[in-house]
């Protein structure tokens, strides 16, 4: 089957190129406000399946196996004991900006829209799991050394960057969150389109609350205006599939091998598809932007807000992220990014002062 597949979407791919050289088609790329092209100058990502050859992928088919894959697992239909968080963060600031994309367009400098790097310090179009793992970071948790990133905020020509520690939580998406293991190592994904339309963004699985500022909420695009108040920013909060197909770390279109959680049958329960069956952490950024008051020219670097998507590629240290996940997700806490539950002091922490494990 792998066999076929590949196959398949090289068939596409070079069908594409070939139409593209004969003038037979184009590809949509993201664009920027009024339909124009992002002001940055690039391309931004395009709908089509984007390959080539880097460390992580040899063949350049666009599939990463996972070594070992995870097989013999079926969507767990568990009801545990109800807790209301099941949860810790990684608190990550940002590092730089640049047109790089990693995952989209791996070896590849300059040939994305501009995109703002938070955790690893290192990340670029040529990072791999390798190169990644065990480097510096500013997220707090010295062993997170994943890299994140979203398309960068302007305001005009002024680039507008989040201040501090930006909230990234990993979260239980299935209602069985005991079931929920930790990220395979090099796991990559792309969440949402920067080619989407308003609608689309609106009804996309992991739509939590929009754009938000001040007691303005729910908006598809940045809104025109926002209290001009020192404690007032511009947020977004964007949710991450949390089911894996325990086969690939990742596929041509950088999503396929990723699902969102089905409704069990006859309740509100909810639960990975047969196709997807392992249940990951839920990645959900939380950015808070210092922007305020007249917001008519803020936009994205991929076009309007309802372009906003955003990145992940895991490159924690595999000991300290199990026992984060053991301990906040499947033990049912609401913990912070040293795994602490201010409202169960007396279970500890998993991290020392230090953000390590002891």
């Not at 699902?259 to 329960?269: E, I, M, R």
């Not at 806490?333 to 602490?340: E, M, T, W």
Request: charged fraction near 20%; hydrophobic fraction near 30%.
């Amino acid at each position: 089957m792998r066999w076929c597949s590949k196959q398949l979407s090289a068939l596409l791919l070079g069908s594409a190129l070939i139409a593209s050289l004969l003038g037979l088609g184009t590809v949509a790329t993201a664009a920027g406000p009024g339909g124009s092209a992002p002001a940055d100058g690039h391309t931004g990502h395009t709908t089509a399946v984007s390959t080539r050859a880097s460390a992580d992928d040899p063949d350049g088919d666009g599939y990463i196996p996972a070594v070992p894959q995870v097989v013999g697992v079926t969507p767990s239909t568990h009801t545990p004991p109800p807790r209301y968080h099941k949860e810790f963060q990684a608190n990550c600031s940002v590092t730089h900006t640049a047109s790089d994309d990693p995952i989209v367009y791996p070896g590849q400098s300059g040939r994305s829209h501009d995109h703002t790097f938070m955790g690893n310090t290192s990340t670029d179009a040529h990072s791999t799991t390798n190169s990644l793992y065990g480097g510096d970071t500013k997220c707090l948790a010295p062993a997170d050394g994943s890299a994140y990133w979203m398309p960068s905020l302007y305001d005009g020509d002024r680039k507008i960057l989040p201040v501090g520690p930006q909230v990234i939580y990993y979260k239980a998406g299935v209602t069985d969150y005991t079931s929920v293991r930790p990220f395979p190592k090099g796991l990559r994904f792309v969440v949402g389109d920067p080619t989407q339309s308003a609608d689309e963004f609106r009804r996309h699985r992991g739509f939590v609350e929009g754009w938000e500022c001040g007691d303005s909420f729910f908006n598809v695009d940045i809104p025109a205006s926002c209290p001009s108040r020192p404690d007032v920013q511009l947020n977004i909060r964007m949710q991450a599939p949390s089911c894996w197909d325990g086969k690939y770390l990742d596929t041509p279109d950088h999503k396929s091998h990723m699902a969102y959680p089905v409704v069990k049958p006859g309740t509100n329960d909810n639960m990975c598809p047969a196709s997807h069956p392992v249940a990951v952490p839920m990645i959900e950024f939380k950015m808070a932007f210092p922007a305020n008051g007249d917001m008519s020219q803020v936009r994205l670097a991929s076009g309007r807000g309802y372009s906003f998507h955003y990145d992940f590629f895991n490159a924690w240290e595999e000991r300290t992220l199990k026992a984060l996940v053991d301990h906040c997700i499947v033990g049912g806490f609401q913990c912070d990014a040293r795994g602490y539950d201010l409202y169960h002091p007396e279970r500890g922490a998993v991290l020392n002062a230090d953000y390590r494990l002891p």
